[in-house]
C-alpha cells in the first residue's frame, strides 16, 4: 500500500516508517500537517497514518480539509488517550480507526493491513479454525464432537482470535479488544486465559505464540 | 425568616416601619396637641378669673347689695361648673363652689399646675387681686378626650396603612428583585457546556448593569481556566503518549532483532513491562486531571451489571488461583444499569484486584451485588490482614497504600481513582467492614446516573 505517515516526532515517525516498509508497503513521512495535506491532493495515497497534534494545522483541521477536498484515502489517527474524548467521541472525525499511544508496532502494521481489506465481507454466523468451531447465535464451542464450556473471558479472546485466523495479535490489542482498556494485569491476564484456552481446546495445538509478538490461531503449524 | 423570599422579607420591614412611623407621628401629634390644648385651658381658666374679678368690683359697688359680705350671685354663669375657691387676705374662705366638700389645701403654688382632687384630674390656676384670692380649677376631662380620639383614629388608622404597606412595598420588592430573578434564570442557563455564554448587560447605568458586568468578568475567567483544564489534559496527554510510543517502539525493535543476546532480551522485556506500567500510570493520572476539572465525560449506556461483574470475577478467579484464594460470588441474574460502562468494569477491576493483592495465600474474596431502590450496590471483600484504624480517613487518597506494603505492586491510585469515577457517576464506595481479618469496600451507583 502506498502509505502517508504524518507525525511531527521525528523518531516514533522513523520507526513507524521502518516498520511499514518492512511489512511491504511503500512509506512517505512528513512532520507538518500543512505539507502532508499538499501531498494527500497531488499524490494518491490508499492510507494516512496520522497523529492529532500536529504543529500547525492539528489532525482534526487536516482531516476537515481532507474530506472537503474530497480525498478519499483511508485514515488512521494516532491519538493519545483523552484527547479523542475531550474532542471528539469516536470516529466522527472522518477516520476510518484510530490507535492509542503508545501501541506496538506490531498492532499498527496489523491494523494497516486491516483497514486495507475492510468493510467486505458480512459477519458470520460461525467461526472455524480447522475442527474449531464457535456458533456465534448461541455461543457454543465444539472441537470435532467435543462441546466446549467456555468462561466469559475466555469466549471473547477466543471470538477475537478466530475472527482472523492466521493474524498475530499483541497482547495489546487482545487487551483493548477483550478488556476494553490497558492495565498492568491485563497483560498477565492475556497469558492466564490463553493457556486456559489452550488447555481447554488444544490437541493438536491451534493457539500459537509468535515469539515477541503475542498470539494467533491456525491451523497449521 | 432567613429562607424567605426577598421581596415578603422586604415587604415585611417596609410594614414594621410603616408601624412605628405611624405610632411615632402619633405620639408626637399627642404631646404637641395636648401642650396647646392645655396653654388654652390655662388662657380660658384666666378669662374666667377676670370676669370674677370684674362682677365682684361691680357688685361690691352695688348699693343693694353687702359690700363687705361674699356671695353666690357674685359667681358669674360661666363659672358655676368650675372648682373655685375665694379666700380674703387673711385667708379665711369666702365662697367654696359646690363640688367643693372643703378648702383646698394650700400648696403654695401659685401658677397653673394640675391636681387630683376627689378622684378627678383638675387643672387649677391662683389669681390675686383687692386683696382676694381666687383659686379657679376645671376637669381636664374634655382635653383628655382628644388623646382619646387620636387612640381610636389609630386603632383604625394603623391596619389600614399596614395593609396598603404591606401589599404596596411587596409589589415594589417584587419590582426591585425582578431584574436579579432574570439575573439567575440567565446565569443558570450558563453551564459547563455553554460556558461562551454571557448574561445581557441593561443599557442602565445602576446597581444591577454594574452586578452583570462583575458577573460576566467572572464567567470569563472561569470559561478560562475550564479551557486551560481541557487543553492541559490534551496536551498532558500527547506530551506524555509520544515519548512513551517512542520508547515502546524503540525496545520493541530490540526485541525483534534475532541478532541480539539473550541478556538484552531479558532487559528489553524488562523495559517493555516498566513502559507498560509508566503507560498505565499516566492513563490514571490523566483520568484523574479530566475528573478533577470537571470533565469526566460519561458515555453512558443501558447494560447488564451482573454480565459486567462475571467477566471481571472471571479475571479474580484466573489471578487469585497461584495464590490459592477462593473467590465466591452471590450476584443476580441480571442487574440493569444505565452508566458509562468501561467506568464502573475500572471501579470493578480496582476493587477486586486490591481484594487480591491485600489477601493473604489460602484466603477469601467475596463480591455480592444487589439492587437496593433506585441504586445499585455491590461489595467486594476480602480476608486481608485488615486496614490499620489511622489510615482509614486517607483511603481514598491518592498514592496512598492502605498497608504501606512495597510488596505490593501497584501505583496507590486504584482506590481514588474507582472512588472519583463512582462520585462522577452520583454514587459512592464506602468502608463497610474494617475488622482484622476482614475488608469489605461498598460501591453504590444510581441506576441512572
Redesign the interface.
Known sequence: MHILVVEDEVRLARHISRALINAGHDAVVLHDGESALKAAGETRFNLIVLDIMLPGIDGFEFLRRLRKAHIDSRVLVLTARGELTDRVTGLALGADDYLAKPFAMQELVARVSALGRRYSEKPPLKLQVGDLVLDLTNNQLQRGDRRIELSIRELTLLRVLMREPGRVFTRTELCEKVWEREHEYDMKLVEVFISRLRRKIDSPPLIHTVRHLGYTIREEP | MKTWPLRWKLALFAALLAIVATIAGAATTWTVMRHEEIAAFDRRLTTDAQELFRDVEHFQRDPHTNPSAFQEIFVPLALRNRVIEVTDAAGHTLYLSPGLREPLSSDGISEFHTRKIGGRTIRMGEFVQNGMTLRVGADLKEINQIGRDIFHGMLVAVPTVLIVIVIGSRWVASKAVAPVEEIRQAAAQITARRLDQRLPVPPTRDEIAGLIEVLNAAFDRLQRSFEQS?RF???A??H???????????V??I??DADCSPHTQATAEGLL?R???L??VA?TL??LA?ADAG?L?L?QEEFDLS?LL??VL??AR??A?PLALTVESDVPSHLPLKADR?FV??IA?NLL?NAIKYNQHGGRVRVIARAVNGSVQFSVGNSGAGIPKERIPHLFERFYRGRGDERV??SGLGLSTAWELARAHGGDISLQRADTDWTELNVSLPRAA
Open positions: 481541557a489534559s490534551a496536551d496527554s500527547h506524555l503518549k509520544t515519548p512513551i510510543a517512542v520508547l515502546r517502539a524503540g520493541e525493535e526485541l525483534a513491562q513502559i507498560h506500567q503507560n498505565s492513563d490523566l483520568l479530566r470533565r465525560d458515555h454480565e462475571e467477566g472471571d479475571d484466573a489471578l488461583e468501561v468494569g475500572m477491576q484486584e505492586a501497584g
